[in-house]
């Protein structure tokens, strides 16, 4: 079935060691978000892709950093992951804002 | 002020009873509503869009107030599955049609 993958569900990584989240999608949606949600809170949008181009939401900290090399892929880095980035990641597309479709979300713990 | 606000809850409701929720907006512009559903730990799955002139599926109704600019989410009947976390969600045209999350509503359906 067409759907949005992301690898791999849970992640521990080490306080201000590097770590990438992937997520890849089989329904050729141009649009692909990274949100971080935590306990009881909404989820936050952190960038867009909108076909190759580069959307940041100006509240995001520049510790996170965004790749799509493809349709397919799109990646998120943290580059020095603190206690606070412990999260819910999401990955989701869409098709130009319509029919919104989530991964299963990768669940990040810093230690 | 939140632009999307809820009642975060928990609603703890016997089993068989009816259950509402309410979600208001701050952005009159918005276009597009949704109630998502999130269970524990898990992404977002969309439950329902809200049309203007209201849409029921099953159990579920929902209801758009643009003058008062609220949505609303009426379960009947309710099951010990409906226990889950009820997002209320809104985009607006211009924005790349992005997704304005409230903090959801908890449901707690008890035997």
């Known amino acids: 079935d067409a759907m949005v993958i992301q690898n791999p569900r849970y992640q521990v990584t080490q306080f201000g060691k590097p770590v990438t989240l992937s997520c890849s999608q089989t329904?050729?949606?141009?649009?692909m978000y990274w949100y971080q949600q935590k306990s009881s809170q909404a989820p936050k949008l952190l960038f867009h892709?909108?076909?190759?181009?580069?959307?940041n939401e100006a509240d995001t900290p520049d510790n996170f950093q965004s790749r799509r090399p493809n349709t397919s892929f799109c990646f998120l880095d943290i580059r020095s992951p603190g206690l606070g980035d412990a999260a819910m990641y999401l990955c989701?597309?869409?098709?130009?804002?319509?029919?919104?479709?989530f991964g299963s979300g990768t669940r990040l713990t810093v230690v | 002020r939140k632009e999307v606000e809820q009642d975060p809850g928990p609603f703890n409701v016997p089993e068989g009873a009816t259950v509402a929720f309410n979600c208001t907006y701050s952005?009159?512009?918005?276009?597009?509503f949704f109630w998502y559903r999130q269970d524990c730990r898990k992404e977002p799955k969309l439950l329902m869009s809200?049309?203007?002139?209201?849409n029921e599926d099953g159990r579920f109704t929902a209801q758009l107030n643009r003058a008062s600019q609220y949505i609303s989410l009426l379960i009947r009947d309710s099951k010990l599955s409906d226990s889950a976390t009820y997002l209320c969600?809104?985009?607006?045209?211009?924005?790349?049609?992005?997704?304005?999350w409230g903090a959801g509503t908890k449901l707690i359906i008890k035997p």
């Open positions: 989701a597309t869409s098709i130009r804002g319509l029919g919104y479709t």
């Open positions: 329904l050729n949606h141009n649009v």
């Open positions: 892709y909108y076909d190759k181009d580069f959307n």
């Open positions: 952005n009159s512009a918005s276009q597009s």
């Open positions: 809200v049309y203007s002139s209201g």
């Open positions: 969600v809104v985009s607006t045209a211009g924005s790349n049609y992005q997704l304005i």
